[in-house]
């Protein structure tokens, strides 16, 4: 247990039913009355932000998250498919399990899958990748003119879509953000 006057950022609890990280809190002691804690939270299953305020002696469950490797297989279109590399166990979610966090995520690459109480609820991708451009318009000298602050979109081997700068070629390898989805550099 985890009184809320103990909140940490990136400190995962369970509340009303479901497992929320605290992204921000903040200890307010007003001139009348007594202290609380003003608290962001982010449900971990459906990404929702809540904000909530919580008296300082307050307790609520502390959730144990286990983060295990998984390598990322493929998919066949509904289902994708994952295995645990030391004891060759498979294990498949659908594409609701799986939102967009794929979207950088070649097959055969490793994972980290999120896990409370045995079930699977998250996946966490590498934080940068590194991907071939396949598609994308040639840019030219002065092209700048245009607002769009000297970039062009560009399709990945991955098939997700990234704004790059007008120098990056198809068939050039990039280093991508999978947090923000941004261009970083030239591999």
């Known amino acids: 247990m985890i009184s809320a006057g103990e909140f ?50 307050e307790k609520m469950a502390r959730a144990h998250i286990d983060r295990r490797d998984l390598q990322y297989l493929y998919s066949d279109g509904s289902l994708f498919h994952f295995m645990d590399v030391e004891s060759y166990e498979q294990t498949e979610m659908n594409a609701a399990q799986i939102g967009d966090s794929l979207r950088f995520v070649k097959e055969n690459d490793m994972i980290k899958v999120l896990v409370h109480n045995g079930r699977i609820f998250g996946i966490e991708p590498p934080m940068f990748v590194e991907l071939e451009i396949t598609e994308t318009e040639p840019g030219f000298r002065g092209d700048t003119a245009t607002g769009g602050g000297g970039t062009k979109p560009a399709t990945v081997e991955t098939g997700a879509t990234v704004k790059v700068p007008l120098f990056v070629n198809t068939g050039d390898k990039i280093k991508i953000d999978t947090r923000t989805g941004e261009y970083l550099s030239r591999a």
């Open 8 to 57: 940490r950022n990136g400190i995962t609890i369970e509340f009303e039913s479901g497992l929320y990280t605290i992204i921000d809190f903040q200890h307010v002691k007003p001139g009348k009355g007594a202290a609380f804690v003003r608290s962001t939270l982010k449900n971990m299953e459906t990404g929702s932000v809540l904000e909530k305020t919580f008296r300082p002696s």
